[in-house]
C-alpha cells in the first residue's frame, strides 16, 4: 500500500512539475512577444521603422527582463494557483506582477541605452499592457476550453434553467452555473418583477419579464429546471409564486433564505427541492423563546417517545434551550442512536442519557423515575396509526392509555413538576379506537391533576408534515415509483403544521401550563389531501393524469373526512400566543372512571376487541365505530 501511495504522490509530483514547466515556457514567450510587439504597436506595425537605438536595448535588456519576469510571477503565485478555478484574486495578481514586470523593464532599459537615447514611454505601457494580454490568455484559455469541450460532451444532456431572481443571489447563482466547466445547465432565461431590470443582461442572459412571464417562457424555451433565487422571500409571496411555476411541470429549486445571502453562502449546494410546505402560505409561526428557555433551561427533561418523529424533534429544541440533563426513552434503539450522536455533536455540552425501555412497563418506569426524578415530562410515545390500531385495539390501549398512566402516576410519585402529553385532534369525536385512546389519555392527566401536586395537561393539534405517518412520505415513494398516488377520498381535509412549529409550540404551551389544561393549537387552514397530492405531482415535474395516476380508495376503517380540534363541550380561551388556545376541562367522574379503566385493562389483556370498544364507548361518549 505505501509503494502504491508513493508511486502515485511521485506520478502527481511529475504531473505538477511539467505543467509548471510549461507555463514558464509560456510565460518567456509571452515575455520576448510583449517586448518586441511593444516597439512594433509604437512604430505603426512596421518593423522597418523601429530605429536601431530603440531595438538594441530591448534585445540586450531581455534575458534580465525574462528572468525578473519569472521571479515576479513566482512571488504573485502565478504558478501555484489551479487556473481552472480561478477567479478575481488570480486575476488581481496577474495585473499586480505585470504592472512590476512594466517598471522593472523600464528600470533595466536605462542601462542598455544606446547614445544615452531612452525608449519611448509609450513603449512601456504597450509593453505592460501587451504582457498582461498574453499572460491572462494563455492562463484562462486552458479554462475556456476545459469548458468548451465539457459543455460539447454534454450537450444532449443539458438541462434548460429558468432563473427567478435578478438580484445579488440570482447573479451569484447564475454566474456559478455560467463559468462552472462542470455544470449541465444551460440558462435560457431569468425572471423578476422589477420592470427597471426588465431587457437588461445578468451574466449574458436576458432579464425577460416578471413572473407573468414564467408559464409563457418555460414553453417558449422548453425549461425543464426553475430556479428560485429570492432568499428575502416571506412565506406568502413564496406560496404564490411557486403556484405559479409548479404550473410549468419543471422541477423547481429554492435558495433556503435570507441568512444565506448575509452570510455570504449563496452557491449551488444551498439549493434545495421545493416541498409542500413552501405552498402552505403560511408565516412562521412565532414563539415566546424567553418564556421556553426560562422554562426548561437547567431543569431535568424526560422525553418518552424520543426517538419519534415529534419525539426527536422536542429533543432537539430542548437541547438547544440548555436544560440541566435531558432524558432520551425509547423502546427502539435505532433512531434513538441516531438523535444522540447528532445531539451530542451540536449540544457537547448537555447531558443527554439515553434509556431503551416500554412505557408499559410499570415497574421499569417507576424505577427510571426514582433514579432521575425528572422536573419536566414529555409524554410523546404512543401508536398514532388509525388502520393499524383499528385492527390492533388491545395494543392502543395497552401503549397509549396504561403507558400513559404508568408514565404520569410515576411522575406524581416522584415529584415531578409538570407532566406534559402530547395529544391529537383525532381525540375530539373520535371515529377509531386510536383517537378514543388519546382522549381517554387526556381524561387521566385531567383526572391526576386534581389528585396531585404535578401539573398535568394536554396538548392538542392535528397531523404534522414529514412525520413518518404522514401521507407526504407516502405520496413521495408512489410518485418515484411512477404512480399511481392513493388518495381515499377526493373531499377528505386536514389540518397541517410542519414538525419544528409544531413543538415549538408544545414548549411555549408547557411553560403556560397551570395545571388540568387542554391546549389546543391553531393549525391553520385545513388542507385538502387531493390538493396535497396534486401539488407534490407538479413540483416533482410530472402532469397530473397524464404522467402520474390519482386513484381514490375510499375511506380506510375508523378513518372521517375532517378532523375537529375542539369537542362542543370545551369552550375556548385565549392565551398570550394567538395560535395557543385552551379547552375548558370536561368533568369526569373519577370513581367510575378508574373502575371502567381496570375493565378496560382486563379486555386488553383479554385481547377481546368487542369488549374494548363497548367500553371505550361508555368512557367517550362522543366515541362513535363501527364495531
Not at 431572481?165 to 423578476?192: F, L, P, Q
Not at 444522540?340 to 431503551?356: G, K, S
Not at 369526569?588 to 377481546?608: I, S, Y
Amino acid at each position: 500500500m505505501n509503494n502504491r501511495n508513493a508511486a502515485k504522490n511521485n506520478q502527481n509530483f511529475g504531473m505538477l512539475l511539467r505543467r509548471r514547466i510549461a507555463l514558464v515556457i509560456v510565460d518567456v514567450a509571452s515575455v520576448i512577444i510583449a517586448s518586441f510587439l511593444g516597439l512594433l504597436i509604437r512604430f505603426e506595425l512596421s518593423f522597418s521603422s523601429i530605429p536601431a537605438y530603440f531595438l538594441t536595448p530591448v534585445e540586450k535588456a531581455l534575458p534580465l527582463t525574462v528572468v525578473v519576469t519569472l521571479v515576479l510571477f513566482y512571488v504573485f503565485r502565478l504558478y501555484h494557483s489551479i487556473w481552472a478555478f480561478a477567479g478575481e484574486k488570480e486575476m488581481q495578481n496577474l495585473v499586480i506582477a505585470g504592472f512590476c514586470s512594466g517598471m522593472a523593464d523600464a528600470l533595466i532599459l536605462q542601462f542598455f541605452k544606446v547614445e544615452s537615447i531612452a525608449v519611448p514611454k509609450s513603449f512601456y505601457f504597450l509593453y505592460t499592457f501587451v504582457l498582461i494580454s498574453l499572460v491572462f490568455v494563455t492562463r484562462f484559455s486552458y479554462r475556456f476550453l476545459r469548458g468548451v469541450r465539457h459543455r460539447q460532451g454534454n450537450k444532449d444532456n443539458e438541462t434548460a434553467v429558468m432563473i427567478v431572481g435578478a438580484g445579488e443571489a440570482g447573479n451569484t447563482i447564475t454566474k456559478e452555473i455560467v463559468t462552472s466547466g462542470y455544470s449541465t445547465m444551460t440558462i435560457r432565461c431569468i425572471i423578476d418583477d422589477d420592470p427597471g431590470k426588465w431587457g437588461r443582461y445578468i451574466q449574458g442572459i436576458r432579464v425577460i419579464g416578471g413572473r407573468d412571464k414564467i408559464i409563457e417562457c418555460a414553453d417558449l424555451y422548453s425549461i425543464e429546471e426553475i430556479i428560485i433565487a429570492i432568499p428575502s422571500l416571506g412565506s406568502k409571496q413564496m406560496s404564490e409564486l411557486l403556484n405559479i411555476c409548479k404550473e410549468t411541470n419543471c422541477r423547481l429549486r429554492v435558495l433556503p433564505g435570507v441568512y444565506q445571502l448575509v452570510n455570504g453562502e449563496v452557491d449551488m449546494s444551498k439549493l434545495r427541492e421545493v416541498d409542500v410546505e413552501d405552498l402552505l402560505g403560511r408565516d412562521p409561526v412565532q414563539v415566546d423563546i424567553d418564556s421556553i428557555i426560562d422554562y426548561v433551561s437547567k431543569k431535568t427533561v424526560l422525553v418518552t417517545g424520543g426517538g419519534g418523529s415529534i419525539g426527536s424533534e422536542l429533543c432537539r429544541q430542548i437541547a438547544s434551550h440548555r436544560p440541566a440533563h435531558l432524558i432520551i426513552l425509547d423502546i427502539y434503539e435505532n433512531n434513538i442512536y441516531e438523535l444522540q450522536q447528532e445531539l451530542e455533536h451540536l449540544y457537547p455540552d448537555v447531558r443527554i442519557t439515553i434509556l431503551i425501555a416500554s412505557v408499559r412497563d410499570k415497574k421499569r418506569i417507576g424505577h427510571l423515575f426514582e433514579m432521575y426524578r425528572p422536573d419536566i415530562v414529555y409524554h410523546a410515545a404512543a401508536h398514532k396509526h388509525v388502520p393499524l390500531m383499528e385492527a390492533s385495539p388491545s395494543e392502543a390501549v395497552k401503549n397509549n392509555i396504561f403507558g400513559t398512566w404508568s408514565c404520569a402516576l410515576a411522575a406524581a410519585m416522584h415529584g415531578t413538576k409538570r407532566f406534559v402529553l402530547i395529544s391529537t385532534d383525532k381525540a375530539v369525536n373520535p371515529t377509531n379506537i386510536m383517537g378514543a385512546s388519546k382522549r381517554v389519555c387526556e381524561m387521566i392527566v385531567q383526572t391526576l391533576n386534581r389528585m396531585h401536586d404535578t401539573e398535568f395537561v394536554a396538548v392538542r393539534f392535528g397531523n404534522v408534515l414529514g412525520s413518518s405517518g404522514s401521507v407526504i412520505p407516502l405520496f413521495k415513494k408512489q410518485i418515484a415509483q411512477g404512480g399511481p398516488v392513493t388518495v381515499t377520498d377526493k373531499d377528505i381535509i386536514r389540518y397541517f403544521m410542519t414538525i419544528p412549529e409544531a413543538v415549538s409550540l408544545v414548549l411555549q404551551a408547557g411553560a403556560y401550563a397551570k395545571g388540568g389544561e387542554i391546549f389546543v393549537l391553531d393549525m391553520g387552514e385545513p388542507v385538502r389531501i387531493l390538493d396535497l397530492a396534486e401539488n407534490l405531482i407538479k413540483l416533482s415535474g410530472y402532469r397530473v393524469g397524464t404522467d402520474i395516476e390519482i386513484v381514490f380508495t375510499g375511506l380506510r376503517p375508523g378513518e372521517k373526512l375532517f378532523e375537529e380540534m375542539l369537542m362542543d363541550e370545551e369552550g375556548l380561551q385565549e392565551t398570550d400566543n394567538r395560535l395557543i388556545h385552551i379547552g375548558h376541562p370536561i368533568p369526569v367522574e373519577e370513581d367510575r372512571f378508574f373502575v371502567q379503566l381496570e375493565a378496560l385493562k382486563e379486555a386488553a389483556t383479554a385481547e377481546d376487541a368487542e369488549e374494548i370498544c363497548r367500553i371505550m364507548k361508555e368512557i367517550v361518549p362522543t366515541y362513535h365505530s363501527e364495531v
